[in-house]
């Protein structure tokens, strides 16, 4: 077992209708959805690493990445693997023409409204959050905080 902690980037893109960009998992036959990020590698900074991440999940350069918006602590159960997210509000120069990059675990990617967001699986559990902070532009930091693994 790993006795690292995993540093993760993601972000929050919208586009011009407000709609949130998000990946679509399957592993071990479940599907769900996240944000678009990864990890970060050693040397690299979380920005940096960010950058990368959309480039390689979705082809979608940054143009600007604002503010953090939210930090948290993924703890599998049985602490088989712990993940620390970091997740920054991000523009992108493109808002169309998503493409989805050949990984694994990565089927698809879209941007969803509000409406969508409330009925998908969604991990990690920050629905609420993640909705409040919408509604807000997602241009509050609101630190740290705590999310149990579902």
Not at 89 to 111: G, H, M, P, Q, W
Request: hydrophobic residues 40%.
């Amino acid at each position: 077992m790993e006795k690292n902690i995993r540093i993760r980037a993601a972000g929050f893109c919208l586009n011009e209708n407000n709609e949130l960009l998000l990946v679509n998992h399957v592993k071990n036959g479940k599907s769900y959805w996240l944000l678009p990020g990864g990890g970060v590698d050693f040397g690299e900074t979380v920005q940096d690493a960010l950058k990368r991440e959309f480039q390689e999940e979705v082809s979608i350069k940054l143009k600007k990445i604002y503010n953090q918006v939210l930090m948290h602590d993924t703890i599998y159960p049985g602490k088989t693997r712990h993940i620390l997210n970091v997740y920054f509000r991000v523009e992108s120069f493109k808002k169309e023409n998503i493409r989805v990059n050949s990984e694994a675990v990565l089927k698809d990617a879209e941007y969803v409204n509000m409406e969508k967001f409330r009925k998908i699986i969604f991990y990690p559990d920050l629905k609420n959050v993640i909705l409040n902070q919408w509604k807000r532009g997602f241009k509050e930091n609101l630190g740290y905080v705590f999310a149990k693994f579902k």
